[in-house]
Structures are given as C-alpha cells and as structure tokens.
C-alpha cells in the first residue's frame, strides 16, 4: 500500500506562485511515474501535469503549460509542481497520484491517491 501526502495549497492572487508537493510512502516500487490531477465543482477531474521516473516523459495540459512544472525527487519519493502566472480558473482542488503504466493522462490508470489540496486564485 502506497500513502500520498500533499501541502502546499493556499489562496494567492491572480499572477502569483504557489509549490505543491506530494510525498510517497509505504510499499513503493522503485520506478512509478507520477502526475497531478484538478478538480472543480461539476466538473469531472481533469489531467494537469505527469512525470516518467526517469523524466524522459512529461506531460502537461494545454491550460497550462509554460505556468506549470512538475519535477521529482525520486531520492525523497517526493513530485512537485512549480504554478506561475497563476489565474482565477486554475482555482480547483489538486490531487497527487502514482502510477506503474504508460497512460500517464488517464486518472482510471493511476493506482494511489493522494487526499488533495485546495488551490484558490482570486481575480
């Protein structure tokens, strides 16, 4: 069984920054890629960003790349995503997840959740 934790969620102005960071432990493998998925009201969940473990493949959702990083420290077994430039609709809750496939912007393929974190951007 693998545990995810999140931090870094909080409320920021329109333009800002903010750092996620979801730690794993538990029963891990050596090699799981990881992504970040946002959720909003009425809404069903939606693919935000995915790293490979050898970070020869990433992903990000057209919303936001060239604001958002995802990055790993797999000595730590820890993802993050760096979120620039933010704006009012990236207002959502954000989950961690952790995955051994290749479908990385499928959340029915990832297999550990974290309990996510709620990101809030006002106008």
């Known amino acids: 069984q693998v545990q995810l934790v999140e931090s870094g969620g909080g409320l920021v102005q329109a333009g800002g920054s903010l750092r996620l960071s979801c730690a794993a432990s538990?029963?891990?493998?050596?090699?799981?890629?990881m992504g970040w998925f946002r959720q909003t009201p009425g809404k069903e969940r939606e693919f935000v960003a995915a790293?490979?473990?050898?970070?020869?493949?990433?992903y990000y959702a057209d919303s936001v790349k060239g604001r958002f990083t995802i990055s790993r420290d797999n000595f730590k077994n820890t993802v993050y995503l760096q979120m620039n430039s933010l704006k009012p609709e990236d207002t959502a809750v954000y989950y961690c997840a952790l995955q051994y496939s290749n479908y990385y912007t499928d959340p029915r393929q990832y297999d550990y959740w974290g309990q996510g974190t709620q990101v809030t951007v006002s106008s």
């Open positions: 790293r490979s473990w050898s970070g020869r493949s990433t």
């Open positions: 538990g029963r891990t493998f050596s090699t799981y890629a």
